[in-house]
């Protein structure tokens, strides 16, 4: 039995309907053609997962955790806010 093609991984995903992006010149771009699967880098477009966060704010500065429990068990009596935030990153 041969060796699997570099982009097998990739080639499977990409026919179940996945979302495939390549790299080219520092950026991942995504893919709008049908790859020739020869020498560029491929992926599997990184999934984003939704993150949250609470910042103790203070006059002067501001500090950043994992839960609202956290925010205020490191909190001192300056604080001024607790603001839960949210953003978007790759999984």
Known sequence: MGTK????????????GEEIEFFDGGFWYPLSTV???SSSQYRIKPKRV????WVNVYRNDVTMHDTK?????????????CIR???????
Do not use: M, Q, T
């Not at 093609?5 to 179940?16: E, F």
């Not at 939704?50 to 966060?53: L, N, S, V």
């Not at 429990?69 to 806010?81: F, N, Q």
């Not at 935030?85 to 999984?91: F, H, R, S």
């Open 85 to 91: 935030i949210e953003w978007e990153e790759d999984a």
């Open 35 to 37: 790859p020739d699967w």
């Open 5 to 16: 093609h570099k982009h097998y991984d990739v080639i499977v995903a990409w026919a179940a």
């Open 50 to 53: 939704k993150k949250e966060g």
């Open 69 to 81: 429990e956290k925010s205020d068990e490191c909190a001192c009596a300056l604080r001024v806010a």
